[in-house]
């Protein structure tokens, strides 16, 4: 419903992998190089160059928690966004 009324499901790309995000090196712009490909035939890839990346996941996601080299140091409480509500 959201999508419908904002009309943004003309941006939306559906049956399609994501298999790389990339800063555009030469560009000098700070832009995004995104290569995809159809999930439905895996030949069919692309790569776009974008001003800007959103992540959109969604709540109800399956969590991935990344573990990073010296985290069992940290003193903090280690949290997934998921937990941002």
């Not at 298999?19 to 030469?26: A, F, G, N, P």
């Amino acid at each position: 419903m959201y999508a419908d009324h904002f009309q943004l499901d003309q941006f939306i790309q559906f049956e399609t992998e994501v298999m790389s995000v990339e800063q555009h090196e030469t560009d000098g712009q700070g832009r995004w190089t995104i290569t995809t490909r159809n999930i439905k035939d895996s030949s069919n890839t692309s790569s776009q160059l974008f001003d800007a990346v959103m992540v959109c996941s969604g709540m109800h996601s399956k969590v991935n928690m990344p573990t990073f080299k010296g985290q069992d140091e940290f003193k903090g409480t280690i949290i997934h966004s998921l937990a941002f509500r």
